[in-house]
């Protein structure tokens, strides 16, 4: 049987192992074939030598964590043992790696249940470089391209990495052949479903407890595109999903939002406006006009993009919204 010798020098033993233990609890479970002895900040691992491998880079994975984000949650810990990608010792050194660059495939974020939050496509992945070197980050393609999951993920990741305060989702309240009216509730309760799709992202990647933390202490925003009106939006990243069913003015209003230390995504479908006949989206014009302009990257999603079921793509080709 071989042993293995490690120390907690850089982190606190009791951040890294839990309270009451529940991390260390987690560890032993997730690898049943060794034995795992914690005194202090010493550990011995005794077991066959090729889990003693993984352990070790997953043992560091995680003691990386908590230098970079101060905090170690269960949720980490679980989705950190649950990858199954075992880093190299690079990666453990940069657990959440931007999904950029060859290869494709990267974690953008962890999420829950061990869940990891990839750029899927070649597209995807240029979302992730752009957005790292532009402010606004238009990103336009039909349904299933993953535009919306992909920012949403960039979003959950600079709060994670602190490099902004807040996250704020927004959409038009556009019915789409419903009307507003005949809904139950109030205000909020009757533009809630219209912001589902941004709820079931968000889910994806933070565990439910902290994300409803989050939303009632507004780290977290999600609210319809008129609520943006007369606000300056700074330290934060702002994502307008279904932009197509904006106005001229709307959108306009809605980039004159930003502020100094502010990242701005718009996502949109020119295939889906739910718009009155007569109005126009203002998302034809917006793209035409802010073309070219230096900080702003436009990036169009196609039918290579589509990672939903198999037949999404074929339905899209049949409706011509795709080649």
């Known amino acids: 049987m071989n042993e293995l010798k490690l120390t907690l020098e850089s982190v606190d033993p009791v951040q890294f192992w839990g309270a009451n233990n529940e991390h260390y609890e987690i560890i032993k479970n997730a690898f049943p074939k060794l034995k795992v002895v914690a005194r202090g900040n010493e550990v011995k691992v005794l077991g066959d030598e090729q889990e003693l491998k993984v352990f070790e880079k997953k043992y560091h994975y995680l003691i990386s964590h908590l230098e970079k984000y101060s905090s170690l949650l269960a949720s980490d810990v679980e989705s950190i043992l649950a990858s199954k990608k075992i880093a190299s010792e690079d990666e453990a050194a940069t657990p959440e790696k931007t999904a950029g660059g060859n290869g494709g495939g990267e974690v953008i974020v962890f999420g829950t249940n061990g869940l990891m939050v990839k750029a899927r496509t070649a597209n995807q992945r240029r979302m992730v470089d752009s957005i790292n070197k532009n402010d606004v980050l238009f990103a336009i393609g039909p349904a299933g391209t993953g535009k919306t999951y992909t920012a949403v993920a960039l979003a959950v990741r600079a709060l994670k990495n602190k490099e902004i305060k807040r996250i704020i989702l927004t959409r038009p309240a556009v019915e789409a052949g419903e009307n507003l009216g005949f809904l139950p509730g109030d205000l909020k309760e009757k533009v809630d479903p219209y912001l589902r799709p941004l709820y079931d992202a968000l889910d994806d990647m933070i565990p439910a407890e902290k994300l409803k933390v989050y939303l009632e202490n507004r780290t977290i925003e ?16 702002v994502i307008l999903d279904e932009a197509q069913n904006s106005t001229d003015l709307q959108l306009k ?9 502010a990242k701005f995504i718009v996502t949109g479908d020119v295939t889906q406006i739910d718009l009155p006949k007569k109005q126009m989206s203002g998302l034809h014009n917006g793209l035409r006009i802010l073309d070219g302009i230096p900080g702003i990257d436009i990036i169009y999603l196609t039918g290579e993009d589509v990672v939903r079921h198999k037949l999404v793509k074929r339905i899209l080709k049949a409706y011509g919204d795709i080649q």
């Open 222 to 237: 999600i609210a319809p595109l008129a609520f943006m009106r007369g606000r300056t939006l700074d330290n934060c990243f």
């Open 253 to 261: 209003m809605f980039l004159t939002r930003m502020g100094p230390s």
